[in-house]
């Protein structure tokens, strides 16, 4: 009966461990895979908004940087990491 008792014990451990990985650490992983997806599949003519807020379109790719212009005639240079989001995809 003592070994019953120690492992009823730690069933809320397990259960605790077992809520924690499917709430916040599956979804953590599965939104980073698909960041280094959207990262790695970017590419010359796609509008991008950038962490800071900045929209453009992707003039550029180099391996590490991309030059976005976000005015007419107006470009700077960002690291791939620096893209938020895709806003739309070239047609």
Avoid: C, H, W
Wanted: charged share 20%; no cysteine.
């Amino acid at each position: 009966m003592n070994q019953n008792a120690a492992f009823m014990q730690l069933v809320p451990f397990v259960a605790v461990a077992v809520i924690f990985y499917f709430l916040l650490i599956r979804p953590q992983q599965k939104q980073m895979k698909d960041t280094k997806a959207m990262l790695d599949a970017l590419k010359v003519g796609v509008k991008v908004v950038t962490r800071g807020g900045m929209i453009g379109l992707i003039t550029s790719v180099n391996a590490e940087e991309i030059e976005v212009e976000i005015a007419k005639g107006v470009k700077a240079l960002f690291t791939r990491s620096a893209v938020g989001a895709v806003v739309n995809a070239a047609k």
